[in-house]
T-cell receptor, first 112, second 114 residues
Framework: LAKTTQPISMDSYEGQEVNITCSHN???????ITWYQQFPSQGPRFIIQ???TKVTNEVASLFIPADRKSSTLSLPRVSLSDTAVYYC?????????????FGKGTMLLVSP | DTGVSQDPRHKITKRGQNVTFRCDPI?????LYWYRQTLGQGPEFLTY????????KSRLLSDRFSAERPKGSFSTLEIQRTEQGDSAMYLC????????????FGPGTRLTVL
């Protein structure tokens, strides 16, 4: 069971780049890394997913080193609306969904 | 809107009553999941369907909980004899069932048991 460790909270200011790192030392060969964003009283929203190296979409970038024991979610030029909880998940998305656990996530607070 | 929808969004009930929630997944998705989330915690997996077959159930899913997906489309989650500890947000997600399968979540149903 791949367990993840993230900072409980982070603070930033509008316009800054934010990097949230997640540790997953016992990641398995078939595991993917997925990040979600969640606002209060809403369901989690998919941000980005990767297996290795770097993945970029219109919202964020995901950096995964060669050993895959950690990953970093990068949010460029954050705004106040990026204040949310960010979850890192690691799991084999094609089997064993009960092992896909969310943890407590990282509470990102963006200030003016 | 073609996302995952859940109904109702909020439910208040008295202890001992039965409640039922509905989830409508994204239409072409054959996998459907139920999660429970309490304040300050991340979502916890409850159960998962591949089409109409319920393939996994968490130990969190006690005998008072039952989920169905009769025709492989919408799903229902029923809680019998509700307890105050059942108060939580109940989230539904769906995924296409392809490699790198990504789950997309609905808005959730907030249950309050008095």
């Amino acid at each position: 069971l791949a367990k993840t460790t993230q900072p409980i909270s982070m603070d930033s200011y509008e316009g800054q780049e934010v990097n949230i790192t997640c540790s997953h030392n016992n990641i398995a060969t078939n595991d993917y890394i997925t990040w979600y964003q969640q606002f209060p009283s809403q369901g989690p929203r998919f941000i980005i997913q990767g297996y290795k190296t770097k993945v970029t979409n219109e919202v964020a970038s995901l950096f995964i080193p060669a050993d895959r024991k950690s990953s970093t979610l990068s949010l460029p030029r954050v705004s106040l609306s990026d204040t949310a909880v960010y979850y890192c998940l690691v799991g084999d998305l094609n089997s064993g969904y009960s092992t896909l656990t969310f943890g407590k996530g990282t509470m990102l607070l963006v200030s003016p | 809107d073609t996302g995952v929808s859940q109904d109702p969004r909020h439910k208040i009930t008295k202890r001992g009553q039965n409640v039922t929630f509905r989830c409508d997944p994204i239409s072409e998705h054959n996998r459907l999941y139920w999660y429970r989330q309490t304040l300050g915690q991340g979502p916890e997996f409850l159960t998962y369907f591949q089409n109409e077959a319920q393939l996994e159930k968490s130990r969190l899913l006690s005998d008072r909980f039952s989920a169905e997906r009769p025709k492989g489309s919408f799903s229902t989650l029923e809680i019998q004899r509700t307890e105050q500890g059942d108060s939580a947000m109940y989230l539904c997600a769906s995924s296409p069932g392809t490699s790198g399968d990504t789950q997309y979540f609905g808005p959730g149903t907030r249950l309050t048991v008095l």
